[in-house]
């Protein structure tokens, strides 16, 4: 048995295409964003079936912007839409801040409390930017 599905865009040529081999490998290709606009990623990988449903899952987060897959996805989110001590996050690109994302991540995997996480913030802010920080603002502006 072999079957192809495409999950397409109305709006762009952005697609996701799936196609069944006869042995039940499924390959997976297409594209997120279309080809005309400013960002897009083609794809084209390998999978069984047991990949599917956490691929769909995803894939539907992404479409809907809603919550990060991971960790350091997530602590990026947040340095650029709640830390923003220098306040660039609505002119500046959304890379300002992924210099930090692994010291926090490593606090994270550690077991860090907020309190020690807010510290950090507070000395990247002084010492590695050199502005006045907040401490106040780190500790409210950081969500474990």
Not at 26 to 49: M, N, P, R, T
Request: aromatic letters at 10%; charged letters at 20%.
């Amino acid at each position: 048995m072999s079957c192809n599905t495409i999950l397409g865009d109305n709006d762009s040529d952005a697609s996701v295409n799936f196609q069944m081999m006869p042995h039940g490998q499924v390959i997976a290709y297409g594209q997120v964003g279309g080809s005309h606009e400013e960002h897009c990623l083609k794809f084209s990988f390998q999978i069984d079936q047991t990949c599917i449903e956490p691929l769909f899952t995803d894939f539907y987060k992404l479409l809907k912007n809603e919550e990060p897959t991971n960790l350091n996805e997530a602590i990026d989110l947040i340095l650029w839409n709640h830390w923003d001590p220098i306040g660039v996050n609505d002119i500046a690109s959304s890379d300002e801040y992924q210099s930090y994302t692994p010291k926090i991540f490593k606090l994270k995997n550690i077991g860090a409390d907020k309190e020690t996480i807010a510290q950090t913030l507070h000395e990247i802010e002084i010492e590695t930017m050199e502005v006045f920080g907040n401490m106040e603002h780190c500790r409210q502006n950081y969500q474990s």
